[in-house]
């Protein structure tokens, strides 16, 4: 069993749309919980970070974190064309060096 | 804003030939990585750096090897290139290990 799995899609949204995007882990002693953007041919880029259970919200984001479940989620309000991209989750032990990144899922808004 | 530059952006190699991936960040960042991608799998880390002079195997490390003679360097050296280490290989940096990690564009490598 992979410590991250995390569905590859590809999602098909509208724009518009609320996009709802998930992972689910094994290791309990992960702590820190981030979500990276990654368009085509590039470098992924930190798009939330949180620390524990609870829920974060940026702009059209929002990010939550279930321990009790090993469940996380990355939900988009308003979905554009340009949030076209690949996002990965990645997770993290306190005090470790090695994050764990899922798979990654594709997600495509059409205009 | 440089951030973290990886050259070159495109490499084919032949089987059993060697080369050096360079990896720099001007952000003044202790904590430096590299990661391969390959489709499906998500990001694997091949080794770190704490700092200089400082490294330490991640999940993947055969076949590779890293040094850090520098706060900003960290190149990758791939010998006897194998067509399992083809993949996209990404360098990134952070100030700490709880802080935020930025990556490079990427080298793409083919090994033929």
């Known amino acids: 069993q992979k410590e991250v799995e995390q569905d590859p899609g590809p999602l098909s949204v509208p724009e518009g749309a609320i996009v709802s995007l998930n992972c689910t882990y094994s290791?309990?002693?992960?702590?820190?919980f981030m979500w990276y953007r990654q368009y085509s041919r590039k470098g992924p880029e930190l798009l939330m970070y949180?620390?524990?259970?609870g829920n974060k919200e940026d702009g059209r984001f929002t990010a939550q974190v279930d321990k009790s479940s090993k469940y996380i989620s990355l939900f988009i309000r308003d979905s554009q064309p340009s949030d076209s991209a690949t996002y990965l989750c990645?997770?993290?032990?306190?005090?470790?060096?090695?994050?764990?990144f899922g798979a990654g899922t594709r997600l495509f808004v059409k205009a | 804003n440089a951030g973290v530059t990886q050259t070159p952006k495109f490499r084919i190699l032949k089987i059993g030939q060697s080369m050096t991936l360079q990896c720099t960040q001007d952000?003044?960042?202790?904590?430096m990585y590299w990661y391969r991608q390959d489709p499906g799998m998500g990001l694997k880390l091949i080794y770190y750096?704490?700092?200089?002079?400082?490294?330490d195997k991640g999940e993947v490390p055969n076949g590779y090897n890293v040094s850090r003679s520098t706060t900003e360097d960290f190149p990758l050296r791939l010998e006897l290139a194998a067509p399992s280490q083809t993949s996209v290989y990404f360098c990134?940096?952070?100030?700490?290990?709880?802080?935020?990690?930025?990556f490079g564009q990427g080298t793409r490598l083919t090994v033929v």
């Open positions: 290791n309990s002693a992960f702590q820190y």
């Open positions: 952000m003044n960042h202790n904590y």
């Open positions: 990645a997770m993290r032990s306190t005090g470790g060096f090695k994050t764990i």
């Open positions: 949180t620390y524990s259970s």
């Open positions: 990134a940096s952070s100030y700490s290990s709880d802080t935020e990690a930025f």
């Open positions: 750096s704490v700092g200089a002079g400082i490294t």
